[in-house]
């Protein structure tokens, strides 16, 4: 009985210990950094903009149009990305489709022999893939896995990249533009509601790494406020300049 209850806590403790993080990220990661994406280049805009000493609606005018830009951009090259990639994969399948067709017999042993590289008894092996080759649409899906590294059922939608990169991206360039929105003069509140943004995101992406909620915070806190620092300084430099 003592033996019996030992591998039951022995069973709950592995199933407790082998939950894996989400390795892809999922929607949460391209998200994260599409946000911090816009609230790193319209902070960094908007205060060398405002280095050159213009004043509050020129700002705003700045921060409104790096919004716009950046977040239409963004849906415009994630949009075609993501297009051209599906649209190479279902080329990719139709070939394989095909070839399921026309040379059944040697797709099948070409299955064989991938499971019998991978150690399983070359009988088993032919069994089983001639189980698994009597679908048509799931040899299809075997064999893109196993080949081409893919789900057929799976593939990214250009619109939903689109649609996600222009909202993670617009709302982030929209926190340093907030203040002055609400009627803020001063440089400073639209820095820190960014930084702090920023410490948000790299929080949260901590979910999907190694790494604690903190450093990853502190990092694009860092990051995000070399990137003001260093455009304001340019801003300021440039403006002299020129006025």
């Not at 199933?15 to 946000?35: K, Q």
């Not at 050159?52 to 921060?63: D, E, F, K, P, Y």
């Not at 949009?79 to 080329?91: D, F, G, H, K, M």
């Amino acid at each position: 009985m003592a033996i019996l209850d030992t591998e039951a806590t022995l069973h709950e403790a592995h199933r407790d210990n082998h939950t894996h993080r989400d390795v892809n990220g999922g929607w949460l990661r391209p998200a994260v950094f599409g946000a911090m994406d816009g609230l790193v280049s319209n902070l960094a805009l908007m205060t060398g903009v405002a280095g050159g000493s213009v004043g509050r609606q020129a700002i705003i005018l700045t921060g409104l149009a790096g919004l716009a830009a950046g977040a239409f951009s963004m849906a415009a090259g994630e949009y075609t990305s993501v297009a051209s990639q599906r649209e190479l994969v279902e080329a990719e399948l139709d070939v394989e489709r095909r070839e399921l067709r026309k040379h059944p017999e040697d797709e099948e042993e070409e299955l064989a022999a991938l499971y019998v590289s991978r150690g399983v008894e070359p009988g088993l092996a032919r069994e089983v893939a001639r189980q698994l080759s009597k679908d048509p649409e799931q040899a299809l899906e075997i064999h893109a896995r196993e080949e081409l590294g893919i789900d057929p059922a799976d593939l990214p939608s250009p619109m939903v990249a689109a649609v996600s990169s222009f909202g993670s991206f617009a709302l982030g360039a929209l926190l340093p533009v907030l203040p002055y929105l609400l009627g803020a003069n001063a440089l400073w509140p639209a820095v820190l509601l960014a930084l702090l943004g920023l410490f948000a995101c790299g929080a949260v992406v901590a979910r999907v790494t190694a790494r604690s909620w903190w450093y990853s915070g502190l990092r694009q806190f860092a990051l995000g406020g070399a990137a003001a620092g260093v455009t304001y300084a340019l801003g300021t430099l440039f403006g002299t300049a020129v006025g």
